[in-house]
């Protein structure tokens, strides 16, 4: 590209953001960064945006990704697991709980355990859940 092209605002914030990094990474002292940040919002044509970055080096290249199937094998609810299924075998006690007499004292305890486990469940996901976001709020 021709360096006598005037700069736009996105350019200058792209060189800005550059420097940063290159701050960042240890290339430049934090006197240096103030300098070209601000010669560099003051920038222009490209030329001069090009003469703030000439001793720094270029970006390195995105590494790769690996190939990934475009559609899994199975849907995960369709997965085989291995191990004892619960559910079964609670569905077959709770109607053993509702057909002997009484039972349905049985039933609705067994219920409310359910219940209780499935909030402990669900408050679990919602705090591990926000733990990121509070780790992420602190650094900034």
Known sequence: ????IRASDVD??????????????G????GELDERISAALNAKTYGELRQLMADL???APAAPRA???PYPAAPPWMARRRGPRFLPVM???LLAALLFPGGHLLFFGVFQVLLVFGLLACLSRIFA?????RHHRHSA
């Open 129 to 133: 859940m926000s733990r990121p976001h």
């Open 57 to 59: 080096p270029e970006p």
């Open 91 to 93: 569905l077959l006690a």
């Open 27 to 30: 290339r430049l002292t934090s």
């Open 1 to 4: 590209m021709d360096d006598r």
């Open 12 to 25: 200058r914030e792209h060189a800005t953001a550059r420097l940063r990094e290159h701050f960042a990474a």
């Open 67 to 69: 190939a990934q199937r």
